[in-house]
Structures are given as C-alpha cells and as structure tokens.
C-alpha cells in the first residue's frame, strides 16, 4: 500500500484524502490542518491522523482539544507521496521539505506549471509523471476542459479552440468572496491563464481563452467554439463522448438546464458532499456549424480534479503504467460514471 498525505485538508484536500481512502493500492497516512477548527475536529472523528500545518501553532491543536500525531514535518517523513492541497503560491516553501525528506509531490492547479515543470491530466499526458518525483494537477478548469476537447483531438483533430469561461465568484463556504453584484472580467486581459494551462497538459492544443467572474458558487460554465480538421456530424460527436467516462451528456429538456439543476442532480447522486466528479455537457448546445464545433458545459471546481488526483498517485508511483486502466479503477472505486 502506497503511503499518501494531504497537506491542507481543504476544499480540495478532503475529498482527495476520502477518495485515497477508498482504494485498494494506497492508504492515508496523514492530513495537515492549520488551524484547529471545526474539519480539524471531523478529521480526527473520520480517523485520519491529524499534522498541524505550521509547527508553532501546535499548542493551540492542544488547547482546543483535538489529538494531533505530530506536525507536517513527521507527516512528510512518512509518506511516499504528498498531495499538497494548500492554497496557491504556498507550493515553492514546501517543494524544499519533500525534497529534502526525498518524498515524492502532487501539486493544484493553483500553482505554476513552472514550479514543477509538468502538469497532469489523466487523459491528456499521464505517461509523461509515470515515475517522476513531483507534477501537478491542472486547475478544475482545465480539467474541465481537456476532458471533453482531448477526446475530440483525438477522434477528428482541432484547429483552433476559443473559450468563454464564465467562473464561479467563490466556492460555497468563501464568506469573504465575490462579486455580489458584478460580472468581472477576470482576468481583464486576453487571454486568460486557462489557455495556456490547457497546452501543458493537451500539448500543441491552439487555444484562446477569456474570463468572467459572476455571483454564483455552485459550478463554472464554459462556452466552447472549437474548428475542427474535418468534417463530422453531431451524431459522430455524441457518439465520442458517451464512450468516454468522467463526462455526462445531459438534457435540458429533463429539467437540468443550469448549473443549479446540475448541483440538484448531484445531490439525488447521493455521492458525499453532492460531489460531481464528471464534467456535464448540455447535449442540447451540441452544434456543427460549417466545421465548427460549438459547445456549452460545467465544472464541479470543488470535486472534478478529485480522481485526476488519485490517477497522478498511480503514475508517480508507477503503480498502474496504462492510464485507461487508473482511470476504471478510479472510476470504480469512486462510483464515476
Ligand atoms: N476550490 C476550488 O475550486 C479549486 C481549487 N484548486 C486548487 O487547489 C488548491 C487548494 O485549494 P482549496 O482546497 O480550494 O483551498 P482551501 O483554502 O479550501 O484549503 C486549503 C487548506 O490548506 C490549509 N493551509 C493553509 N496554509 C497552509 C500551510 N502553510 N500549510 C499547510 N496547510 C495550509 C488551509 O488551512 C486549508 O485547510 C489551490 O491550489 C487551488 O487553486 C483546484 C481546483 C478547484
Ligand atoms: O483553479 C481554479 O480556477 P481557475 O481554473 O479559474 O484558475 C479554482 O476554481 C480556484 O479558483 P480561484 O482562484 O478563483 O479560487
């Protein structure tokens, strides 16, 4: 069993650690907290070994009660990989320590391509972190959108991709984020960060991205116009996608014709947390216009990266060298469709 930690037990790095818990080849050794707050308290209930994240404040852990194993340093020292989940830009400082412990790194994609010089995607590159000592899982976005493009690069070959990404303001417990009442260009230059991100995992992919920030929670949009090197029918695009998992074609028609009625569908999932781990496509924005590809999906920020991150375990530790083959055993252990 490959031994796996979490450092930051977050939005991202909870579900990460409940996912490692549920398979066969690896268990969770350990997850970091900063703070002894209220997910400090539940990661002790839920029996994960609680590392306080910034050694000085372990006093406080002791204060409020809460039984810790030791700081993020000793957590390091006994892992085989790290899944570092903090928030961006935090990534360079700890890149030092699992170095120096000799421990392999998963990143988010809140950090640069530039810190570990490979990024990851299942679908897109996955051989290239096969046995690699640090990579990075590209943000929910990009995720987002390799899943659905690299199938069709694949089947037709792209041209050109353009995208209008209309983001999220914040995650649903982000108090202190927005717009309320805005749309924001975000960024205001073109293109956006999530274009070139694309191309580190989907290498060569000819793609211009733009920006919006509104005042929603619940799910990203994207809005995706994509020329393809030949000529194909929707029928012939259906059909790629519903071979593929981790993308779901959904019907307006049926009552799921915004992000809100996705999240609805999530929850009658069942799944923890309402979690979508699949990328929905509304079947209904599926248009071949004079060679051009014309699409509209959504992104789960909070959970779509979820077994992208248990699949970049596999390839760092060569546990598994086919991807197709994570991916499934991913994909059932999850209950992805
Ligand atoms: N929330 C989202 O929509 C998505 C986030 N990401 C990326 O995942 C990463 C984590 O993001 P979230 O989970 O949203 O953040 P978060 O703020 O929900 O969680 C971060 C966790 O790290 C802990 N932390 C803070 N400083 C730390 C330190 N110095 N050492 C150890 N732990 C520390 C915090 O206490 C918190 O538990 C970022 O790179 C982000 O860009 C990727 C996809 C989607
Ligand atoms: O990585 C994300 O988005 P991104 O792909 O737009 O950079 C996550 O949704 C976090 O975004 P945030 O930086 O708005 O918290």
Redesign the pocket.
Known sequence: MVKVAI???????KRVADAVALQDDMEVIGV????PNY?SKMAVQKGYNLYV??PEREKSFAEAGIEISGT?DDMIEEADVVVD????N?GPENLKKYQKAGVKAIY????KHTLTGLSFNSFGNYADSLGKDCTRVV??NTTGLTRSLKPIEDFVGIKKIRAVMVRRGG?PYQVNKGPINAVVPNPPTVPSHHGPDLATVMYGANIVTVALLVPTTLMHQHNLMVELRDDVSVDDIIDVWEKRSRILLLNAKDGLGSTAEFMEYAKELGRSRNDLFEIPIWKESINVVDGELFYMQAVH??SD?VPENIDAIRALLELEENNEKSIAKTNKAMGIL
């Not at 450092?7 to 790095?13: Q, S, V």
């Not at 989940?85 to 961006?88: E, L, N, Q, R």
């Open positions: 450092n930051g037990y977050g939005t991202i790095g970091s907290k900063t703070r997910e994240g910034i993020v989940c903090t928030p961006g935090i988010q994609g809140g950090e943000s929910c995650d920020q909070e990266v």
